[in-house]
């Protein structure tokens, strides 16, 4: 069973990135689909290959002896992965009209200096509402000591601005414009100190959450934009997404053994440990079997995950937390237990019809990855569309896929949703200024 498992998951890696690399044909810039496609390959392929030989090893990861005990389901999972695949495609294959690439044009039509005003804007913005959250922790700095213990769940403080913690993405989205501007030829200096301190602020941002994969992630987001702008093949982007994936997660390794957050004593049991959550999270609701029929409600409740925390409270309950439950036995801040474990695409689809859910939660996905293409294809500059559909692609196209649950998603999806809210902002100001002074 081992040896065909095995064969399977090197199978599906192979398929996967096949698959990735026919997308690009006749394609200037790798589209999201060939993103999604290559993290599916990635994780459920050559992923669940080394979870699989660690857990009959033996090796001490949480959820290994589920892996290791029901073979019976490995055929099940693997044919989870291809309903996957297959309704990524489907998802990807509806049509999506001009329209969308028609609004996005009219919102980003914008001069170089019009993009600099905005940039500054967010940046500003996201620095007073920054302030307005540390506040209550007195100040900046002072919030750094609870950063950690607050995102572990085991301390809490009563902050009336709570709800502004994801608007630090305002400075992550400025150090985007301004770096695309510059990129485009507009060197002043006042475009150049605004980038760096829209960097240096959103290196505090980052620190702050305490999130590992984050500071990462912001820098390859303009690693791929550069290259993208440098007009590689777009086959050769993709493969070299692979090798680049594998190199991140060291460079996570590396950072996680220096700031001792969840390190590892070698880099092959810290790969184990890190991507094993989406496999151990699909045995354990199939073991459990009280929450594969959810239906469709985590999907049609996602929106409500772009309004505070505190005005939801009691109308869901986040997947996140029920397979944190259904895993460690408790929900996170009870009994001991420090932090949520992600729910990723397939496991998502699986609490909410079995494996039908996994196909239909995949249809959606590429749906959605579509929609976004066609938006940021709307975009006239090269720069600004590049480093936009950089973030879409890490962040949304290839990330999305194993941190697949609404909440992690929205949060994702939302920096795109305050950048257009900016520009709008910016727009409706210079209209109502324009017929004020007529």
């Known amino acids: 069973m081992i040896v065909i498992t095995s064969v399977a998951g090197i199978l599906i890696f192979f398929v996967s ?138 301390f809490e403080i009563n902050n009336p601005w709570s709800f502004l913690q994801p608007f630090g993405h305002l400075a992550l989205f400025s150090s985007y414009i301004f770096w695309a501007a510059r990129r485009d ?8 100190l605004g980038f760096w301190l829209a960097f240096l602020f959103s290196v505090y941002i980052l620190y702050s959450w305490s999130g590992r994969a984050g500071f990462v992630v912001y820098l390859c987001v303009f690693l791929l934009a550069f290259i993208y702008l440098k007009r590689f093949s777009a086959r050769i982007v993709v493969i070299g997404g692979a090798v680049g994936s594998l190199a991140a997660l060291y460079l996570l390794y590396i950072i996680s053994n220096i700031f001792e957050i969840k390190g590892a004593d070698n880099f092959s049991y810290y790969v184990v440990k890190e991507i094993s959550f ?68 397939i496991t998502l689809g699986l609490m909410q019809a079995h494996v039908f859910g996994v196909f239909i939660t995949s249809v959606v996905f590429g749906g959605f990855i579509k929609l976004l293409q066609a ?14 559909l950089a973030y879409a692609a890490i962040k949304i196209g290839f990330i999305s896929i194993f941190y697949a649950n609404p909440s992690n998603f929205i949060a994702s999806v939302f920096p795109v949703l305050l950048l257009m809210l900016s520009i709008l902002f910016y727009k409706s100001l210079m209209l109502i200024l324009r017929l004020g002074i007529r």
Not at 185 to 192: A, S
Not at 285 to 301: A, K, N
Not at 375 to 388: E, M, T
Request: charge should be neutral.
């Open 185 to 192: 030829g507009n060197k002043t200096l006042f475009n150049f």
């Open 375 to 388: 938006f940021f294809d709307g975009i006239k500059s090269d720069s600004l569309c590049c480093i936009f």
């Open 278 to 345: 989406p496999f151990v999270g699909f045995f354990s609701q199939l073991e459990q079997g009280d929450y594969l029929y959810r239906g469709f409600t985590d999907l049609l409740y996602s929106p409500l995950y772009l309004l505070p925390s505190s005005w939801t409270t009691g109308l869901m309950e986040g997947v996140e937390q029920i397979n944190t439950l259904v895993i460690s036995g408790a929900k996170k801040g009870d009994y001991g237990v420090t932090g949520t474990i992600p729910v990723d695409l």
């Open 17 to 154: 990135l096949a698959l990735a690399v026919v997308c690009t044909q006749r394609k200037e810039y790798p589209p999201l689909i060939s993103w999604s496609l290559l993290a599916t390959g990635l994780v459920y392929g050559l992923g669940w290959v080394t979870v699989v030989h660690a857990a009959i090893s033996g090796a001490d990861f949480l959820g290994a002896e589920r892996i290791a005990h029901d073979k019976g389901s490995w055929v099940l999972y693997n044919l989870s992965v291809l309903f996957a695949i297959f309704g990524i495609f489907l998802g990807w294959s509806v049509p999506i009209t001009s329209l969308v690439t028609g609004i996005a044009s009219r919102i980003f039509f914008l001069s170089y200096r019009e993009l600099v005003f905005i940039a500054w804007f967010m940046l500003i913005a996201a620095f007073v509402l920054r302030y307005l959250y540390v506040s209550a922790f007195g100040g900046f700095f002072s919030y750094l000591e609870y950063s950690r213990a607050i995102r572990s769940g085991i």
